[in-house]
């Protein structure tokens, strides 16, 4: 078989295979064996009729158009993989020779992944939030651990922000009582906005005793109603910050050692953020130096494989899409919606990968290869042989591969890019590698020499 490339426009080849007569030949022995296991025959049994007389009750076309039909995609497929095209989408197929004897040959016009060009990607800068722990973080954590240690005690004074009211809620939909909106001795915080976006600036101010009524609408927009009655206004008085508070709030005896601790975790937590912060505005960045359009075909497959997760992750739980829907409040239009666009950039990114890997020439090794399929086979608990097996099978490697490569463009990419905090100062790359280990201290009570020996007498 040989098999020829021609570029069209509007991102198409023309692909041209020929396949020798002797080559075909086999496929339509292969499509004889089928009609005879299908066709009855006087005087043979099914399966054992002669060639020859097949085609003389069927027709020689009729034949061939049978080992067509089963023979071309293997011969489309084994063309693709020859000339290395990147096709997107189904082909038009002719067949322009063969149809009745002879060699075969057909055309297939298809469109193929385009090749975009980066312009500027070489001095990309990404703004993050700057990982490092403020006085102000640290002030911010101090006062959670404060107020989970709180105490509530009455205000005698009107509601201000912060302070905690118990609440009879009734709400109502369309003049009717709903007792999904109503609630008694509700305990609710002002200025949390967890109610009602209107409640907090109407029990501003409000005593014991006081009743307050409005209207709002729901997430859906519907008009709905409440009557809220005020039982007690408390505030929250919160502990002094002394060593006797730190060694009641956490495992630490002094202030400084919780400080010391809070500032560790919130350094690895920013760290960790602030990694995947680049990550996550080095790609937007990338992407957004492609300045045409996807290809649909791309588009459409990236939106069916993000419809397919979510359909199997709503499924794990229990519950349908249309059940999804409904505690989520969107609608059937806004879903497909927002997975159009949330495919378009995930196209638009993978475009920009492979572009920067050809354009920084990033290859894939065979120790690259290794590595992913030992990872993958451990993670769904079969041997690397076996996965390698079953993905050249179902003619995946390829996929594989572009994976490998477009995640080490990422991490080239990650490398190279400038990056500043919101206030546009440089961020210095060593601040978001956890810090060293500390040596190990010598034990001072670890044995002589003299001892070992005397030890061993």
Request: no cysteine; hydrophobic share 40%.
């Amino acid at each position: 078989m040989r098999a020829t490339v021609e570029p069209l426009e509007g991102n198409r080849v023309k692909l041209s295979v020929e396949v020798d007569e002797s080559e075909f030949e086999q496929a339509v022995d292969s499509a004889l064996r089928k009609i005879a296991r299908d066709v009855r025959i006087p005087g043979f049994r099914p399966g054992k009729a002669p060639r020859r007389l097949l085609e003389a009750r069927m027709g020689k076309a009729t034949v061939r158009q049978e080992a067509m039909r089963d023979a071309l995609p293997e011969y489309y497929a084994a063309a693709l993989r020859q000339t290395e095209i990147d096709a997107i989408a189904p082909p038009q197929i002719d067949v322009t020779s063969g149809d009745s004897e002879g060699p075969l040959a057909f055309d297939a016009v298809v469109e193929v992944r385009p090749q975009v060009s980066l312009v500027g990607y070489q001095g990309l800068r990404v703004a993050i939030a700057s990982p490092a722990v403020t006085d102000e973080d640290l002030e911010r954590q101090i006062h959670r651990l404060r107020h989970s240690s709180g105490q509530l005690v009455e205000a005698n004074r009107p509601a201000q922000s912060g302070d905690h009211l118990t609440l009879n809620l009734e709400g109502f939909r369309s003049g009717e009582s709903d007792p999904t909106l109503s609630a008694q001795d509700y305990l609710y915080e002002l200025g949390s906005g967890s109610i009602a976006t209107d409640l907090d600036d109407r029990l501003l101010g409000a005593k014991p005793g006081d009743v307050v009524e409005f209207e709002t609408t729901d997430g859906a927009d519907n008009t709905v109603s409440f009557k809220v009655l005020v039982k007690d206004v408390k505030e929250m008085v919160l502990p002094e910050v002394t060593d006797e508070w730190a060694s009641e709030a956490s495992e630490f005896d002094t202030v400084a050692e919780l400080e010391a601790d809070l500032r560790r975790r919130m350094g690895e937590v920013k760290r960790v953020q602030a990694t995947m912060a680049v990550r996550e505005e080095a790609l937007k960045a990338l992407a957004e130096l492609v300045d045409q359009e996807v290809p649909e075909p791309l588009v459409a497959a990236e939106m069916e494989r993000r419809l397919h997760d979510l359909a199997a992750r709503v499924e794990a739980q229990g519950g349908t899409i249309a059940q999804y829907l409904q505690a989520t409040g969107q609608s059937q239009e806004q879903l497909l919606h927002d997975l159009r666009t949330t495919a378009n950039d995930a196209v638009r990114a993978d475009l920009a990968l492979r572009a920067l890997a050809d354009a920084e020439g990033i290859e894939v090794t065979v120790e690259d290869v290794e590595a992913e399929l030992v990872g993958l086979a451990e993670r769904m608990d079969q041997s690397p042989a076996a996965l390698r097996e079953q993905l050249e099978r179902v003619d995946q490697m390829p996929a594989v591969r572009a994976d490998i490569r477009k995640t080490k463009a990422l991490a080239w990419l990650v490398d190279h890019v400038e990056i500043v905090d919101e206030e546009g100062q440089a961020i210095d790359r060593a601040a978001l590698e956890p810090p060293p280990e500390p040596a190990a201290e010598a034990n001072s009570e670890a044995p002589t020499d003299d001892t070992i020996v005397e030890d061993t007498q």
